[in-house]
């Protein structure tokens, strides 16, 4: 059975810094996308970054510059390290794999659907004040 299991979370003030690890277990394949959620009470989870098994990434708007994911592929294991943290980055973080792979059309990448992931851990969180 697959298990994700996130660590890292806690309390930072503006302009700080945080890194968010994703131990995944009991999988069996080796191709997978790895993908960080956030979500604040009251409103819809986001997606933050995904990474595909390959290690290209991918990243919301409203995180690029500051946010940095990556993943170990033979610890099965994906962190998101978070710098110049803002209190709007206050949530929930969640980590989740999918087998979906992202699409090249368009011009551009387009990473799996929330909807597609098959798999979510706890989540930890994050505050920043």
């Known amino acids: 059975q697959v298990q994700l299991v996130e660590s890292g979370g806690g309390s930072v003030q503006a302009g700080g810094s945080l890194r968010l690890s994703c131990a995944a277990s009991g999988i069996t394949y080796t191709s997978y996308c790895m993908g960080w959620f956030r979500q604040v009470p009251g409103k819809e989870r986001e997606r933050v970054a995904a990474i595909n098994s390959d290690g290209g990434p991918s990243y919301a708007n409203s995180v690029k510059g500051r946010f940095t994911i990556s993943r170990d592929n033979a610890k099965n294991t994906a962190y998101l390290q978070m710098d110049s943290l803002q209190p709007e980055d206050t949530a929930m973080y969640y980590c989740?794999?999918?087998?979906?792979?992202?699409?090249?059309?368009?011009?551009?990448?387009?990473?799996?659907?929330?909807?597609?992931?098959?798999?979510w851990g706890q989540g930890t969180q994050v505050t920043v004040s």
């Open positions: 989740a794999i999918t087998r979906s792979a992202p699409a090249f059309y368009g011009g551009s990448w387009h990473f799996p659907e929330q909807r597609e992931y098959n798999y």
